[in-house]
């Protein structure tokens, strides 16, 4: 299987990259990382909320722990990463790049918003990571807002076909984070990356095996009208973020382990059998 990487340049996404590439049956032609206006940038630069730094400064250490040294270990891929500007994805020379390579798929993680004709010329061939449990939250935040609303229920992940909307893709497979008695939000936010990163790339070398879910299984999600939202950058705030360490506080964490397999039977998702 040849194919082609798309993401971005903070560390969770060089992990991501790596990760792919060490795969023992995929050929990683190009690794393309997206220059990337940091959301600590974005966000600090808007608020002065010395909360919000520090809840941002302790997501950088958490992430540190868990993908730094794997980051800088053997870096043998460097001769095929080249980094881009924002918005690369969508332009006439990568699509003139992505035909010269033919790669049978392109494996994407956290890029800007990608369109044209890229998604027309590789139909189904484009497979997204989006971290959130669509269509139940789409947009920015998607595994941060379902903590911070006490729904822990609908974080996650949702492997899909790229399409030219946003989080709207046909569905391949989803699934939940694993959480323990006590976690902090950082710890099962990076624990669940790195399994999303293993989940991707396992999808991946086993494609032939991915079947087309049927209308009567999209049909229970598109008749699930609960919880349906779409966040922003700018939803992330002192507000949320406050809403978030409350929950973690007062027992969210617990109180959802107590009741899991019948909050997460209220929500459906849809998997594949070999994952």
Known sequence: MKVVVFTSSNLRHKAFAKRVFNSKSLVVEKIFLEKEQSINNVLISNEKSVFLKEHLFLRQIAEKDFFDWYVNYDNQCESIVSEVDRNWFSTIECLE?????NPDLIMVYGTTIIKGELIRLFKRKIINLHLGLSPYYRGSGTNFFPFANNQPEYAGA?????DNGIDTGEIIHQFR???YK???FHQLSNRFLKDAFNSFVYLI??????KKHSEKEYDVL???NKTRKYY???DFNEQSLKDLYLNFEFGLINE???????????????????L
């Open 182 to 184: 006590n976690d902090s």
């Open 97 to 101: 790049i992505m035909q010269q390579i």
């Open 256 to 274: 959802y382990i107590k009741s899991r397999k019948i909050r997460d039977k209220e929500v459906p998702i849809l998997k594949q059998g070999f």
């Open 232 to 234: 922003k950058y700018i």
């Open 158 to 162: 949702t492997f899909l076909y790229l």
């Open 205 to 210: 070398e086993n494609f032939s095996s991915v």
């Open 222 to 224: 598109k008749n699930y």
């Open 177 to 179: 984070p694993i959480i």
